[in-house]
C-alpha cells in the first residue's frame, strides 16, 4: 500500500508543478444525445492543424482564438462545428451518425472506449430492448439476444430466480454467475435459499430481481476475462455492467423531459398435457382410491365409494349411498390455476441546465402468477443527479431503494419425508379427481383430499402453506471527478448497495409436513457492499501516429453478510403466522461474515494510427480470506485490436473490418472462514447440550484459483452496416480451483478444500445481422445469434475421481468426473449421476425373468450432460413508418434432464402416451440375473427376453418411469421457443405537435407463445425450461417444479 | 488547483484509510474452533445411536434397521428394502454409514449429527487431559460402533478411517478385513475398560448428564463393555473355539449386563421440537406412511405359524403393534393381508391391493419399538401426539445377554442349563416391555406376572422343552428376535451365523405354493371366509452383507468395487 502512495504523491507533486501559468483556455464538455459523457473526441481548430481530445469525462482544454471555429469528430457521430465566440467553456451534444459504423462502449470501471479500440467481446443491449415485451424479470429479457450468454429460467411462479451464465462455469462450487455492476457498484445477486429445494422450499428470487428494467439505461456485457479482468475476483465469470437511467445524469443536459410507460398482460400456464381420459385411478383395469390412472375404464363401472377422506369431511355432501359417479373429469387440471395479470407502471423526469442535471424515476409492479396466490410485487424509486462546481469539480451521486414482495407457495420432491410440495400432484390428478368442484378445507381448516396423508389438495396448500420474501434494497452512491490537466484527470466513487431480505415460510395445521403440526420458518439476511474506486485517467496527446490513454486506480471492497434462520414448531392459535404463536422455537443459524478485499489495478492503451491497438491492464488483489502468506495475487491481461478496413484503407462505408485476439487471467479468492476447522453446537436433546465437529474439513494453505482466457475474433460490417458478423471464439482455462474434494465418509470428513482441478470451457460465439431490405420508411432486419460451449472437466487430482457438485436425490446428482482409470474423462461440467439399468457388453437391456422388468446395475455412472450443444437466438423485425413488428425464435440444441413431472406423467397414467394400454409388451433384451446383474447364459448364449408385461406396468414398474433406475428417467431437452412477438407504433409527430406530448408509442406483445420439445414423450407438453434449484449451480433437474409461462400484454409509452 | 489536491488528497485517505488489520477478519465469529469433551460425547452417542435405529429423516436419523428390519421380517416395505432389492444407493445405506463416519447435516434442525469422527476426537482430548473416564467411554463406543459395521458390511474401513485431521491426513482409507478388525476391537474394549477404571487419572472431567447411556454410571459402562465382548465371541464361535473366553467372562456375572436397567440402551424423550424422540416413531406424524408390520412376524407371534410356537398367543402384541382399526372397521382401500383389525402387506407382493394407500387404517409400531401408542384396541387412526416416541432404543439388553448364553450352552461352549436361562431370557424379555413402556406410556398396563404372561412364558418353556437341540437353537433365536423388535442389526447377525430364525421366502414352496401366500381364513370379517391369495415373487438370493455405499465406492480410490451382496459374507458367516 505504501508504494501506491508514494506513487500518487509523486503524481500530485508533477501536477502541481507543471499546471501553471497557462494562458487562457476554452474549456469545455462533448457529450452524446443521451447524454453520456464522449471521450476520446477529435478536437480541430478549422483551418489549423491544432487540435486535441477529449478526456475520459468527455471534457477538453483547449487553446484557441476567440473568432476561431472547432471541428468536433468522432467516430459513429456526425462531425460539428462551433464558433468560439469569445466564450470560455464551450459544452457540446454531437448527434449520433447512422451512416458510420462504431459506437462507445462502456468497459470495466465504466471508462468509455471506441469500439474499434477494444480487443475483446463486449455487447451492449440497450435499455428499451428490455422493456415492453411483458416480461418483468431483466435477465429473462435477454434471452436469445446476446451471443454467449445462456440464461435459464427457473419456477414458473412470479419472481422465480433465473440463472444466467457467460461463456460455461468456470468455478466447480464457487458461483458460475458473472459479477453484475449497477452504477459502478456491485449488486448482490445471491439466491436465499431458505429451505432445501430438494424437499421443500419456495421458487425463490434471485437479488436482481430487485431492479426494475425500468429504469435501466444500458446493459453492456463483458463477456471475457479481458473485458472484465480490471473488476478483480468475481469476474472470471464475466459482468454484466448496467448503467441506471438515474445514476446516468451528467450535466449539459438541458430541458426537461417526462416519460411514462404502462403496460398490462395477462399470464397463463404454458401448455398442460394431453391427458386421458378413458381410465380412472386403480390398477390392472381395477378401481381403486390410487394416484395411478391404471384403473377400471370409465363407463365399465357404475359408480365408486367416495373417497373417505371427503366423505368424513362433508359427510352432508354426497350421496347416502357414499357412492359416486365414476367419471372423467376432463379439465381437472386446468381448473386449478387462473390467468395471471402483471401490471406495470413507470415514471421517469428527467432535466438540468449547463451545469447540473438531474433524473428520477418511479415506478410499480404488479405481479399475480396462474398459480392462485402466487405473485410479485415491486416499488422502486431512484434519484439521480450531477452537477459542476465552480471549481471544475463535478459531482455525481445517485440513490435508490427499491421493496419487493414475492409470494408464493411450496415446492419440491414430495416423496421425500416430511415435504408438502404443493406440485406434488398437480400436474397427473387421477382422471377421475374432482378436486376444484369439490371443497378443499374441512371445518376445521384442515385439507381434504382424495388421500390426505399423501399430499395436500393444492387448494388449499397455496392458500396455507406460503413462502413470502420481502426485500429492501438501498444503493447510494457518490462521485467525484476533476480534471487536473487536459491530460490528467482523477475520480473516485464510492457506493454501497445493501439488500435486506426477510422471508417467511408457513406449513400450517393439518398439513402433511410437519406432522400436521405446523412450522414457521423465519428468515433475516442483510448483505451489505462496499466499493471504493479511485482512479487517476492519463489522457495525453498523441505523440505522432500513436495514442496513449492509460490509468490507474485503486479499489476497497468490503461485504458482509448476516444471516438468521429461526423455526418454530406446532403452531398454536391457528391463523396466526408468527414464532410466538408457535410452542417451541429453534435457532437455525445465525452467522454474520464478513469479507475484505484491496486492489490496485492500471491499464495502458496504445493506438497505432487508427489501425492497431494494444491494451495491458494488471491487477493485483489482497484478500481477507486468504491465508497471509497467499493473501496476494497478480492477474494481467493483454489485447489487440487491429482495423483491417483501415490497414487496407478501405471506405468504412463499405467495409468495415476488425480482427481481435486477447488474453486474461483473473484470480479469485475463497469463502470467508474456510482455513479453520470448527464446530457445530447443536440443539439441545433430552435438555442436553453437545457439539459436533463440522464436516467440512478446512485448509489453512489456501491458494487463490485463477481462470485464464484466451479469445480471438473479428467484426465484419459491409453494405453500409447491412451486414454485419461478430465472430468470437474463445478458450477458457480454470485452474487451482478452491473447491471441496468430496471424501470418503470413513474419513470422517465429507470434503476437504483443496486447490485442484482444471475446467475448459471451449465455445464460439456468431452475432450476425441483417437487413435485407431497406427502403426510406421501411426496414426489414434479422439478427442471429449462436452460442456454443462446452464445460470440461479436464482433470481432478490424482487419486480423485468425483465431486459431488451438490445432494439433490441419492438417485440423482450433478458431479465433476474424471476417472482415466475407467476411461472416463472428458466428461462435461454438472454431469448428471445416477443409477443404470444393466446391460450386457453389448449394451442390451438385461430383463429380470421373473418380472419381465429391468434390472439395476451394480455399478451408477453418468446418466446424462445437463448443458446444452448450443444454443441460438433468430430474431427479425419490419419497420415502416412508426410501426414495427418483432419476433424472436430462441432454439436450445441437446443438453439432458430429469424430470418428476414427465415420469409421473407417464407413471401415473394420465396422458395420452400410455392411452393405449390394453395390449402388452415384451422389453427387447436378455434375461438377467437380479443378483449380479450379469446376463443369464443357458449353454452359454444369452436368453432373449419373452417375458410380456402390461402398459401399466412398461411404466409404474422397474421399467420406463417413476420407479425405474434414473437412466430411463432422462429426458433430451432440446426445445424451440417463440420467445416474443410484438408489435408497435410510433404516433406521428405530426399529430401530437400541437400538444406537450413528445412521442407516444403503443404496442401489443406475447411472449412464450408457443414452444415445442421434440424429444420429451409427445403428450407430456412438457417445457425443458422447468427447473427447480432457480439459480444455483444444478441444472438439468425438474422436481414436480411450475411449468412455464405464456404471456400477452399491452405497453404504453409516452414522452412530454 | 490547490483545493483540487486537498480533494484529492482526501478521498486517497479515504480510499486507503485503512490499517494492517483491515484485512484481518477472517476468523468465524458464529462458531466454536474447539469444544469441551463433555459437549462431543453426547453428540458421539446421538451418532451412534441414529444409524443404528430406524429412519426419521425430519429428525434427522437415518437409521440401518429401517433396511434391516425388512431383511429380518419384522417389517414390510414398498421401498427398496422389498425383495431385498436395497442397493448402494439406497438413502437408509448411504445416511447411516455417513453418519457412522462423519457428522451429516440433520434435515430440518441446525444439527449435525455423527458418530465415530466425534469420537475419535473425544478420545484424543481425553487422553491429553487425562479425562480417561472419558476415554475409556470413546473406545467402547468405538469398539462397538466398528463391531456393528463389520457385521453389516464385513470388510469396512478401520485402521485408516477417520485419520483425516492426523499427521498421516488420510484421504482414502482402505478397507479391512472383518477378521482382522474383530481382534482390534476386543483389545479396544479391554482398554477402555482400564480407562474407565484407571485410578491414577485426574479426570478433571467427570461423565454425568452428558452421558446419554449410563449418565457416567461407570459401573455400568463396564458391564456393557463386557457383555459386547461376549456377544462378539458368540459371534465368532463358529470360526474358532471361543470356549475359555466367554466362560471367564460368564464366570463373573455380575461384570456383565445383569438387570434391566443396566442394558445399553438409549433413552430418547418426547419433545418435538428439538425433535429427541425415537426415529421409529416417524410413522405417527408422517402422512404417507411406510412401514407395514411383517406378516411373518405377526403370524409367529399370533401362533399362526405351523412350525414355531404354534398355537401360543403371545401377549406382547398390543405393545408391539397398533391397529388403527377395529376387527370389523373399514379399512381405506381393499386389503392384502387382514387379521381382524390388524392390515398389513407381505414380502415380495405383486398382488393388487400391495400398493393401496392404508394410512388411516394400517397397523403401526407400537409403544415397545417405537414409543407409538399402546393397543388399547380402541381402533383409532392415529395423530402426531398419539403416542410419546420415548421409547429407547436397545442395543444390548440384560435379555439379549441370556439369550446369548442360552445360545453358548446350546452349542456347548457354556456350562449350565440352556432350558433355565432360554426361560429366564424370555421372562426378562417380557419385564422389557414394562421398562419401555413404562417410559413411553406410563398408561399403559403392565405385562409382567400377569396370567397372560405367565401362561405365554409357561408355553413356550414346554415348547422348548419338548424338541431337539436344533430346534431349541431355533427357538432362542425366535425369542430373541421377537425380544429385539426396534433393533435389527444383530438380528441379522444372528440370523446369518445361524439360519435362525426361519425367514419368510416366496420362494419356499410350503411357505407360497405355487407363489401364492395365503392370508387368514376369515381374517378379513367383512368377507368372511378364505381371502384371497397373494401372488409373491423374489428374484434375489438372500444378501449375506449389505452392498457397500455407493457414496464411499465412488469417491474412495481405496475402497473395493462393488460387491453381489449374495455372495459376499462377514468372516462369521458359515451358513
Not at chain 1, 477529449?54 to 456526425?78: H, M, W, Y
Not at chain 1, 415485451?133 to 411462479?157: F, H, N, W
Request: proline share 6%; charged share 20%; aromatic share 10%.
Amino acid at each position: 500500500m505504501r508504494k501506491i502512495l508514494l506513487f500518487c504523491f509523486a503524481a500530485f507533486v508533477l501536477i502541481s508543478t507543471q499546471v501553471s501559468g497557462q494562458d487562457l483556455t476554452v474549456t469545455g464538455m462533448v457529450a452524446a444525445e443521451d447524454g453520456s459523457v464522449l471521450p476520446g473526441v477529435s478536437i480541430a481548430l478549422k483551418g489549423t492543424s491544432r487540435g486535441t481530445t477529449t478526456n475520459g469525462d468527455g471534457k477538453f482544454t483547449f487553446e484557441a482564438p476567440a473568432n476561431g471555429t472547432l471541428v468536433f469528430s468522432f467516430i459513429g457521430f456526425q462531425t460539428q462545428e462551433t464558433p468560439i465566440g469569445n466564450r470560455s467553456v464551450v459544452n457540446i451534444s454531437l448527434k449520433n451518425d447512422v451512416s458510420q459504423l462504431q459506437e462507445v462502449v462502456v468497459t470495466a470501471l465504466g471508462i468509455k472506449r471506441d469500439a474499434r479500440a477494444l480487443g475483446y467481446s463486449v455487447a451492449r443491449v440497450d435499455g428499451s430492448e428490455l422493456v415492453r415485451k411483458s416480461e418483468p424479470d431483466p435477465l429473462k429479457s435477454l434471452m436469445g439476444k446476446v451471443a454467449g450468454v445462456d440464461i435459464r429460467s427457473g419456477q414458473g411462479t412470479p419472481g422465480a430466480a433465473t440463472k444466467i451464465n457467460i461463456r460455461g462455469n468456470t468455478s466447480l462450487f464457487g458461483s458460475n454467475e458473472p459479477l453484475i455492476i449497477v452504477d459502478g457498484i456491485p449488486y448482490n445477486n445471491t439466491q436465499v435459499t431458505t429451505s432445501s429445494q430438494t424437499s421443500g422450499g419456495g421458487a425463490y428470487g434471485n437479488g436482481l430481481s430487485s431492479l426494475d428494467p425500468n429504469d435501466i439505461a444500458s446493459m453492456n456485457v463483458l463477456k471475457g476475462a479481458a473485458a472484465a479482468a480490471l473488476y478483480g475476483s468475481r469476474a472470471s465469470n464475466g459482468a454484466i455492467v448496467i448503467t441506471t437511467k438515474s445514476g446516468s445524469s451528467s450535466p449539459g443536459k438541458k430541458g426537461i423531459e417526462v416519460n411514462y410507460s404502462g403496460s398490462f398482460a395477462t399470464e397463463t400456464i404454458a401448455n398442460l398435457p394431453d391427458y386421458q381420459n378413458l381410465y380412472g385411478t386403480g390398477s390392472s383395469f381395477t378401481y381403486a382410491n390410487a394416484n395411478g390412472s391404471w384403473g377400471a375404464k370409465f363407463g365399465s363401472v357404475d359408480s365408486v365409494a367416495v373417497w373417505p377422506n371427503y366423505l368424513t369431511a362433508f359427510p352432508g355432501s354426497f350421496p347416502k349411498s357414499g357412492n359416486i359417479a365414476y367419471k372423467a373429469v376432463p379439465n381437472n387440471v386446468k381448473d386449478l390455476f387462473r390467468t395471471g395479470q402483471v401490471w406495470d407502471n413507470s415514471v421517469n423526469i428527467s432535466g438540468g441546465n449547463d451545469k447540473s442535471s438531474v433524473s428520477a424515476t418511479m415506478s410499480f409492479l404488479k405481479h399475480s402468477g396462474y398459480v392462485p396466490n402466487s405473485g410479485f410485487n415491486r416499488g422502486s424509486i431512484g434519484l439521480g443527479g450531477s452537477t459542476k462546481l465552480a471549481n471544475g469539480l463535478i459531482m455525481n451521486g445517485n440513490f435508490s431503494y427499491s421493496h419487493t414482495n414475492q409470494s408464493g407457495s411450496v415446492f419440491g420432491e414430495n416423496q421425500v419425508d416430511g415435504a408438502s410440495s404443493s406440485f406434488a400432484r398437480n400436474l397427473f390428478l387421477g382422471r377421475n379427481w374432482d378436486i376444484t368442484g369439490l371443497p378443499y378445507e374441512d371445518a376445521k381448516g384442515n385439507p381434504v383430499s382424495t388421500n390426505s396423508a399423501q399430499y395436500d389438495n393444492p387448494l388449499w396448500a397455496w392458500k396455507h402453506n406460503t413462502v413470502n420474501s420481502v426485500n429492501d434494497r438501498v444503493t447510494g452512491n457518490v462521485s467525484m471527478s476533476y480534471e487536473i490537466t487536459p491530460w490528467l484527470s482523477s475520480s473516485y466513487r464510492i457506493g454501497v448497495n445493501q439488500y435486506s431480505l426477510f422471508r417467511r415460510e408457513v406449513v400450517d395445521l393439518g398439513s402433511r409436513g410437519s406432522g400436521g403440526l405446523g412450522a414457521i420458518k423465519e428468515a433475516n439476511y442483510t448483505n451489505k457492499e462496499v466499493e471504493s474506486n479511485f482512479l487517476i485517467n492519463f489522457n495525453p496527446k498523441p505523440i505522432g501516429k500513436f495514442d496513449l490513454k492509460a490509468f490507474v486506480g485503486h479499489n476497497v471492497n468490503a461485504r458482509d453478510y448476516r444471516d438468521q434462520l429461526t423455526t418454530g414448531n406446532q403452531i398454536v392459535a391457528p391463523g396466526i403466522y408468527s414464532l410466538p404463536n408457535t410452542k417451541t422455537q429453534v435457532a437455525d443459524r445465525s452467522n454474520y461474515v464478513q469479507k475484505r478485499l484491496w486492489g490496485v489495478f492500471g491499464e495502458i492503451s496504445v493506438g497505432y494510427d487508427d489501425i492497431a491497438f494494444l491494451t495491458v491492464t494488471g491487477r493485483n488483489d489482497w484478500s481477507s480470506t486468504l491465508p497471509k502468506a497467499n493473501r496476494s495475487y497478480f492477474y494481467p491481461s493483454a489485447s489487440l485490436a487491429v482495423n483491417v478496413s483501415r490497414l487496407f484503407n478501405v471506405p468504412e462505408e463499405t467495409f468495415y473490418g476488425k480482427l481481435k485476439a486477447s488474453v486474461a487471467k483473473v484470480g479469485r479468492d475463497a469463502n470467508p472462514y474456510s482455513l479453520q476447522n470448527t464446530y457445530q453446537v447443536n440443539t439441545p436433546f433430552n435438555g442436553q447440550s453437545s457439539a459436533s465437529i463440522y464436516p467440512s474439513a478446512a485448509n489453512p494453505n489456501l491458494k487463490p484459483e485463477f481462470t485464464t482466457d484466451q479469445e480471438i475474433g473479428a467484426e465484419v460490417w459491409v453494405l453500409k452496416k447491412r451486414v454485419g458478423l461478430d465472430l468470437a471464439l474463445y478458450k477458457r482455462i480454470s485452474k487451482n480451483q478452491i473447491a471441496p474434494i468430496t471424501l470418503p465418509r470413513s474419513t470422517g470428513f465429507d470434503e476437504t478444500f483443496e486447490n485442484f482441478g482444471v475446467i475448459s470451457n471451449k465455445g464460439v460465439e456468431v452475432d450476425l445481422k441483417f437487413i435485407p431490405l431497406q427502403f426510406k420508411d421501411f426496414e426489414w432486419n434479422f439478427h442471429l445469434i449462436y452460442t456454443k460451449n462446452k464445460s470440461i472437466i479436464e482433470e481432478l487430482k490424482p487419486g480423485v475421481t468425483l465431486i459431488e457438485l451438490a445432494g439433490v436425490l441419492t438417485d440423482i446428482k450433478p458431479v465433476a468426473i474424471y476417472d482415466p482409470d475407467k476411461g472416463i474423462t472428458k466428461q462435461p461440467y454438472g454431469a448428471l449421476y445416477g443409477t443404470k439399468s444393466a446391460r450386457d457388453s453389448e449394451g442390451n437391456l438385461l430383463i429380470n425373468p421373473t418380472t419381465g422388468e429391468l434390472i439395476p446395475a451394480i455399478e451408477p455412472g453418468v446418466v446424462g450432460n445437463p448443458n446444452p450443444d448450443y444454443k441460438m437466438g433468430f430474431s427479425t423485425g419490419i419497420k415502416y413508418k412508426g410501426i414495427s413488428l418483432n419476433a424472436l425464435v430462441d432454439y436450445t440444441h441437446g443438453g439432458d434432464m430429469y424430470s418428476v413431472t414427465v415420469t409421473s406423467l407417464l407413471g401415473r397414467g394420465v396422458t395420452r402416451d400410455t392411452e393405449d394400454r390394453e395390449t402388452s409388451w415384451v422389453i427387447p433384451g436378455y434375461y438377467g440375473d437380479a443378483n449380479t446383474g450379469e446376463p443369464i447364459l443357458v449353454d452359454g448364449k444369452k436368453v432373449p427376453n419373452t417375458t410380456a408385461i402390461s402398459t401399466n406396468g412398461l411404466y409404474f414398474g422397474q421399467t420406463f418411469a417413476i420407479n425405474s433406475e434414473t437412466d430411463m428417467q432422462i429426458y433430451d431437452a432440446t426445445l424451440w421457443t417463440l420467445r416474443e412477438v410484438s408489435l408497435s407504433y410510433d404516433l406521428p409527430k405530426k399529430l401530437l405537435a400541437k400538444t406537450p406530448i413528445g412521442g407516444v408509442n403503443i404496442s401489443v406483445s406475447g411472449r412464450n407463445l408457443w414452444y415445442l420439445a421434440p424429444n420429451m414423450p409427445k403428450y407430456t407438453n412438457f417445457n425443458p425450461e422447468s427447473a427447480s434449484f432457480g439459480s444455483s449451480n444444478i441444472s438439468g433437474i425438474e422436481l414436480s417444479a411450475a411449468p412455464t409461462t405464456r404471456r400477452f400484454g399491452v405497453n404504453l409509452r409516452v414522452s412530454f | 488547483m490547490k483545493k483540487s489536491i486537498i480533494y484529492i488528497v482526501a478521498v486517497l485517505i479515504m480510499a486507503t484509510g485503512c490499517t494492517k488489520e483491515f484485512l484481518d477478519i477472517n476468523t468465524d465469529p458464529n462458531n466454536p474452533t474447539d469444544i469441551a469433551i463433555n459437549q462431543l460425547l453426547p453428540s458421539a452417542e446421538r451418532g451412534l445411536t441414529a444409524v443404528l435405529g430406524y429412519t426419521n429423516d425430519a429428525r434427522s436419523a437415518r437409521g440401518i434397521s429401517t433396511v434391516l428390519a425388512v431383511y429380518t421380517h419384522q417389517l414390510s416395505q414398498r421401498e427398496d428394502p422389498d425383495q431385498y432389492g436395497a442397493t448402494g444407493s439406497e438413502f437408509n445405506i448411504n445416511g447411516s454409514w455417513k453418519g457412522m463416519y462423519s457428522p451429516q447435516q440433520a434435515q430440518t434442525s441446525p444439527d449435525y449429527i455423527g458418530c465415530l469422527q466425534n469420537v475419535e476426537i473425544l478420545i484424543a482430548k481425553a487422553e491429553a487431559s487425562g479425562n480417561l473416564k472419558y476415554a475409556g467411554m470413546g473406545k467402547i463406543l468405538k469398539a462397538y460402533a466398528f463391531s456393528m459395521m463389520v457385521d453389516i458390511y464385513g470388510d469396512v474401513p478401520f485402521t485408516e478411517a477417520n485419520k483425516f485431521t492426523t499427521e498421516a491426513a488420510i484421504k482414502y482409507p482402505k478397507f479391512d478385513k472383518g477378521d482382522a478388525i474383530y481382534p482390534q476391537l476386543l483389545a479396544l474394549l479391554d482398554a477402555g475398560i482400564a480407562d474407565i477404571n484407571n485410578k491414577t487419572a485426574t479426570n478433571s472431567l467427570v461423565p454425568a448428564a452428558d452421558d446419554l447411556f449410563y449418565a457416567g454410571n461407570i459401573t455400568r459402562w463396564e458391564k456393557a463393555a463386557n457383555t459386547i465382548k461376549l456377544k462378539l465371541y458368540n459371534q465368532i464361535r463358529l470360526t474358532k473355539d471361543v470356549s475359555t473366553e466367554v466362560k471367564a467372562l460368564l464366570a463373573t456375572p455380575a461384570k456383565l449386563i445383569a438387570s434391566t436397567a443396566d442394558g445399553l440402551m438409549f433413552n430418547y424423550g418426547s419433545s418435538i421440537s428439538p425433535d429427541d424422540r425415537n426415529p421409529a416413531y416417524a410413522d405417527y406424524p408422517a402422512g404417507q406412511k411406510s412401514n407395514y408390520i411383517s406378516p411373518w412376524f405377526y403370524s409367529i407371534m399370533k401362533g399362526y405359524n405351523p412350525s414355531i410356537f404354534t398355537g401360543v398367543a403371545d401377549p406382547r402384541i398390543p405393545f408391539y403393534f397398533y391397529k388403527q382399526m377395529t376387527p370389523t372397521g373399514a379399512p381405506q382401500n381393499k386389503t392384502e393381508y387382514r387379521d381382524g383389525g390388524f392390515v398389513s402387506i407381505y414380502f415380495g407382493s405383486v398382488g393388487n391391493n400391495r400398493n393401496a394407500s392404508q394410512d388411516a387404517t394400517m397397523t403401526l409400531l407400537g409403544v415397545y419399538p417405537a414409543g407409538g401408542k399402546y393397543d388399547d384396541q380402541s381402533g383409532a387412526k392415529v395423530t402426531a401426539t398419539s403416542g410419546t416416541g420415548a421409547a429407547p432404543l436397545r442395543l444390548l439388553t440384560y435379555a439379549d445377554r441370556l439369550y446369548i448364553e442360552a445360545e453358548l450352552i446350546n452349542a456347548g461352549l457354556a456350562t449350565g442349563s440352556a432350558k433355565t436361562v432360554y426361560t429366564k431370557a424370555v421372562t426378562e424379555s417380557i419385564a422389557l416391555v414394562d421398562y419401555v413402556s413404562g417410559k413411553a406410556a406410563p398408561t399403559a398396563p403392565k405385562l409382567a406376572g400377569t396370567a397372560d404372561a405367565t401362561k405365554y412364558i409357561t408355553a413356550v418353556t414346554a415348547k422348548f422343552d419338548s424338541v431337539a437341540t436344533t430346534k431349541q437353537l431355533e427357538m432362542i433365536m425366535t425369542q430373541k428376535w421377537i425380544s429385539s423388535f426396534g433393533f435389527s442389526v444383530d438380528q441379522y447377525t444372528d440370523y446369518r451365523r445361524t439360519g435362525y430364525p426361519v425367514m419368510f421366502d416366496p420362494n419356499d414352496k410350503t411357505m407360497a405354493p405355487g407363489g401364492f401366500v395365503q392370508p387368514p381364513i376369515n381374517g378379513d370379517p367383512i368377507l368372511p371366509g378364505a381371502q384371497a391369495p397373494v401372488p409373491v415373487q423374489l428374484s434375489r438370493a438372500y444378501p449375506r452383507t449389505l452392498p457397500w455405499p455407493l457414496d464411499e465406492l465412488t469417491v474412495n480410490p481405496s475402497a473395493p468395487s462393488q460387491k453381489v451382496p449374495s455372495t459376499f459374507k462377514v468372516f462369521w458367516d458359515k451358513k
